[in-house]
């Protein structure tokens, strides 16, 4: 079975702090993503990854950035925590959506973030 | 927006009976997702139906698919206290983006 692994299940941070969050997959999958989920709006795409060192804006990629080092390994930063950044984070990953086939995402338990 | 958008929002039923929900969207899809969120947990994928498929079964799960309404149902029949979950449909519409909708909460009463 695909393995997606959050860092975290829970963090509380201070405003201003820079934030890490951390996502492994263990199935040599090419893409990976970031979403939060709030109340009412589901799932909001932040950033995603196709490759290594290769990355895509998604719907609200303000106040965050990304890394991708490593094809297993995708972070999400937040440069400076502010409070309106509190919810769950979603970490997913997929085979490959360039096919349509391909295209199931396997997500992380979550982490659900609160800033101070 | 391309937003799938879910009905009903909220589904509290007994156990044994059907639950039904909807998916509505906007734009030309490619293929289409039913996801289930456990409170407090990941996504966890159900099915997929292509965009030139009409019907998927899965166990007790039944999808349909209909392009020229731009719609979708899941249908959980005989349902479980343990079926109890978040309910989202998600469109592939092109790319690698995956566009989720808000989601149908289902409350099934033991």
């Known amino acids: 079975d695909v393995k997606v692994t959050q860092s975290s299940r829970y963090l509380v941070k201070r405003t201003g702090e820079k934030v890490f969050l951390e996502c492994v997959q263990d199935m040599d999958h090419e893409n990976m993503f970031w979403y939060r989920q709030d109340p009412g709006l589901g799932l909001r795409l932040i950033y995603f990854s196709y490759d290594v060192k290769m990355k895509e804006k998604g719907d609200i990629p303000e106040g965050y950035s990304v890394s991708r080092e490593k094809k297993e390994r995708f972070s999400l930063i937040l440069e400076s925590a502010s409070t309106n950044q509190t919810s769950m984070y979603l970490c997913?990953?997929?085979?490959?959506?360039?096919?349509?086939?391909?295209?199931?995402?396997?997500f992380g338990a979550g982490t659900r973030l609160s800033v101070l | 927006s391309q937003q799938g958008e879910e009905d009903p929002q909220a589904l509290s039923i007994q156990e044994g009976e059907n639950a039904t929900m909807n998916c509505s969207y906007k734009?030309?899809?490619?293929?289409l997702q039913w996801y289930r969120q456990n409170s407090g947990r990941g996504l966890v994928h159900l099915i997929l139906i292509r965009s030139n498929e009409r019907e998927k079964h899965s166990g007790r799960l039944r999808v349909t698919l209909d392009t020229s309404k731009k719609s979708s149902s899941l249908l959980i029949t005989a349902s479980r206290a343990a079926d109890t979950a978040s309910y989202f449909c998600?469109?592939?519409?092109?790319?690698?983006?995956?566009?989720f909708g808000a989601g149908t909460r289902l409350f099934v009463k033991a």
């Open positions: 997913a990953s997929s085979l490959s959506a360039r096919f349509y086939t391909k295209n199931i995402q396997y």
């Open positions: 998600a469109l592939l519409t092109g790319g690698f983006k995956t566009i």
């Open positions: 734009t030309s899809i490619n293929n």
